[in-house]
Every structure is written in C-alpha cells, then in structure tokens.
C-alpha cells in the first residue's frame, strides 16, 4: 500500500500531522476592518501545521497589531520594504521563494489596483511581485467601492494573470450599508488555501461519488427508523477526495455535519432517495464509496396522518429497502471502481467478504461495531480492507487518515 507521507512532504501519519504539515503560507494583510479576522486563519493555519509569515500594509496595522501575528506565527511580521531578517537575506525574496501559496486577505482596493498594474512600493506588493507559488486574493470593501468598473477591471486583470479571486460575501458591512464586499469567514478562507495545497492531486481528473449519513424511513409525518451513523466517516472520505483533486459529489442522509466546500452535497432523506440520487449520477462516476448506513427496512406503510395512540400492543409491518450497491455495482463498467462499508457485530471478515463478492465490489471497508475506537459518531475508526488480493488489517486512526488510506488503496487499484 502506497505511503501517504511520501506525497505529502514529510508527514509521516495523518492522524498526527495536520494537512498543511511541511507548507510555507504568506497573508498579506491590507488595511480593512476584516484584517483582524487574520488572526484566526493565521492560528488555524498554524494549528494544521503551516509555517505562517504575514506581511502587513501599513494601513492594516491601524486595524491589527503585527505582534499579533508574531505571537500567533512565532514569526516576525513585516511591515516596511526595510525590515531584514537576521540571516541579511533580502526578505521579500525570501518569503516569496519560500512560500508554497500566498494569500491576500483582506484585500483592498488600493492594493487590488497596485497588484494589477505591477506596482511594488512597499513590502506586501515587492513580495508578491517577486513570488511563484499560486496567490489567492480576497477582496474586502465597501459594496460601492468593489462594484467599481475599475476595481472590476483590475479583479478581471489579476484573474487574467493566474491570479485566484476569491469572490467577497454579502451581508452587512461595517460601513453600515449591505451587499457584496464582505470578506469570507477564516474558515472559508483557510478551506481555499487547504484545497489549493493540501495534497498532492492524484485524484485530479477523477469523478467521485460518496455517500454518506443515515437514511431516514418514515412511518408517519411526525417518527421514522434510523440508525446512528452520524456521517463522519464518508464527509471524511469526501474531503480527502477533494483535497487529492477529485471532483466529488456527496450524497448525504442527514447528519450535523458541516458539507466541505468544493464538494457538490445532495441531500438526501430515505434510502429510495438516496438509491435515485447515487443512480442517477452513477454512469457519470469514475469511483463510488458507499460509506451511508441505509436503512434495510422501510415501514410497509406510510401513515398520512400521525398514528395514535391504541390499546393492546401494535406491531409494524416493514418492507426491504432497495440494495443501492446490490443493484448498481453488478453493472459497472470494467474501469468503474465500487468501494462499499461492511459494519458488523460478529464475523467481521467472513461476512465482510461475502458482501464484497455478492454485490461485485472491488473493495470492502469493514469495521466491527464493538471493537474500541471504531463505530458511530467517533473521530477514529478501526478498519479492515478487503479485496480480491487478501485481508489487510490497519491501527485505529483517525476518520481522515481512514480516508486516505482508503483512497490511497483506490488509486493503487486503478492507476
Ligand atoms: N448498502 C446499500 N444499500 C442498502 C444497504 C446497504 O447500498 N440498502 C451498502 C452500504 O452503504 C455499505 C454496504 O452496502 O456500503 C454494506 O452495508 P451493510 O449495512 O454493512 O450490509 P448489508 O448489505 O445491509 O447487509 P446486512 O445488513 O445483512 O449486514
């Protein structure tokens, strides 16, 4: 089985390094109220394992001081075209060779239009002028100010260079009016900069579908049967697949989960929903996971009205469910690959092995309810791949780290 840590520069276990682990980020800062929302993406940045250096407008540090970002960082922040690391090197080539993307955020008209036109009079603009690695940039400004013709055109001549715009919110803004110009929440952002450097893209090309969540059978408009998968596992496996540079399509039950952005998330109810969702776009995929825990039995009937309450003990007839993978997988097409779950409670292997061939599967992810640190709702997960080449037993690690084992075996399968 093919390492991740080869590919992903020195990281030698996903339950242990964050995804940026081994990346150099630059943030530029302008001068916009949204400049200290900074303070969190720097610390998010950090936390997946980024070395962070911020490089700060002189505008900006009216709004956030740099020893903010120093202390966040545990590097200096530079403001004036002067400042020299201690090394002598002339800093903003050297951030600009070191850094593996460079972020703008937020990004003000002033420094859209300097960017634009090649102008380089301070530390920020030198830097980015000088730099090779992809530059994302993040308006930030008033609705007037960005729906501007000019600050339109200079967008539309960053875009023309390769540079990546990252479009503004709408929502109020701190000038008081409403409407496009608000910068993304860090949280957004910092998705922007994991998807563009996270992995390397080895799904790149690659059409993915995945399900994930519970199914939900109802028996009246107020109950239904369910189960208590929370949906972890396949919004795991999702991202992974985005961040390797799949194109995906999540078709999920309901879960409390967040949808990762870049990934296309259908909602889903029953397991009739979720058999004509994952059908439909069937022919259209190159890989199906099927990570959803759907449900087997639906109630016979669905009561219009709410079922009351009657004396003597009822009983609730149920009907099968349609077999998702059970009807799909036995008619792919040669270079299809279809990856299904198996959870137990017994015979993990055995029975794992016998769904894998009924249903034609080219792989089987199977896990055992009662072994610790595997099941619903946990981060971790215990699994067992099986194929038609063996039995192979992984540690517990975490749900994304099961994700890209899981998508490393993928690849290795159809590459
Ligand atoms: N699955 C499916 N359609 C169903 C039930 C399950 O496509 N109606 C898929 C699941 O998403 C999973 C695989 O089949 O990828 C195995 O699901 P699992 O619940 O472990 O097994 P079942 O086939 O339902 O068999 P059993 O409940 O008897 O273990």
């Not at 093919?2 to 276990?13: E, M, P, Q, R, Y």
């Not at 993040?138 to 990546?164: H, W």
């Not at 929440?185 to 998705?191: H, K, N």
């Amino acid at each position: 089985m093919k390492n991740i840590a080869v590919k992903t520069g020195g990281c030698t276990d996903w339950n242990d390094c964050g995804t940026l682990n081994g990346k150099t980020v630059l943030l530029g800062v302008t001068g916009s109220i949204a400049a200290y929302k900074i303070a969190s993406l720097a610390s998010m940045l950090v936390k997946s394992h980024a070395n962070v250096h911020v490089i700060m407008t002189k505008n900006a540090t009216n709004f956030i001081h740099p020893i903010t970002f120093e202390s966040l960082t545990g590097n200096k922040c530079l403001v004036d075209t002067f400042d020299r690391n201690f090394e002598f090197q002339v800093e903003h080539v050297s951030i600009a060779k070191q850094a593996d993307l460079a972020l703008v955020a937020p990004a003000s008209a002033n420094v859209i239009g300097k960017m634009a036109h090649g102008i380089a009079d301070d530390m920020l603009t030198t830097t980015l002028l000088a730099c090779r690695a992809p530059v994302l940039v993040s308006p930030a400004m008033n609705t007037n100010m960005y729906e501007n013709q000019i600050v339109q055109d200079n967008l539309k001549t960053l875009k023309s260079y390769g540079v990546r715009v990252i479009e503004p919110a709408t929502g109020y803004l701190a000038c008081g009016d409403t409407g496009a110009g608000k910068m993304p929440d860090p949280e957004v952002l910092f998705s922007h900069i994991e998807a563009e450097i996270a992995c390397e893209k080895d799904f790149a090309g690659k059409r993915l579908l995945v399900s994930a969540g519970a199914t939900q059978e109802a028996l009246d408009p107020v109950r239904y049967l369910t189960n208590h998968s929370t949906g972890k596992m396949g919004y795991a496996i999702a991202k992974a697949a985005m961040l390797r540079g799949a194109q995906v399509t999540l078709v999920s039950g309901q879960t409390n989960l967040m949808p990762p952005l870049f990934v296309e998330t259908v909602p889903v109810v029953s397991a009739q929903d979720m058999f004509e969702a994952v059908s439909r776009r069937f022919t259209e995929t190159d890989i199906l996971i099927m990570a959803a825990a759907v449900a087997d039995y639906r109630p016979r009937e669905f009561a219009e009205q709410k079922i009351k309450k009657k004396e003597g003990e009822p009983s609730l007839a149920l009907a099968r469910t349609v077999d998702i993978l059970g009807t799909l997988a036995p008619g792919k097409r040669p270079e299809q690959f279809v990856c299904g779950f198996s959870m137990e409670t017994e015979q993990l292997i055995e029975n794992s092995a016998a769904k894998l061939k009924k249903k034609n599967l080219d792989l089987i992810v199977a896990n055992n309810l009662r072994t610790k640190g595997a099941g619903f709702g946990t981060d971790t997960n215990v699994v067992t791949l099986i194929d038609g080449a063996g039995v192979r037993e992984l540690p517990v690690m975490s749900k994304l780290a099961v994700a890209h084992r899981v998508l490393d075996e993928i690849i290795s399968h159809i590459s």
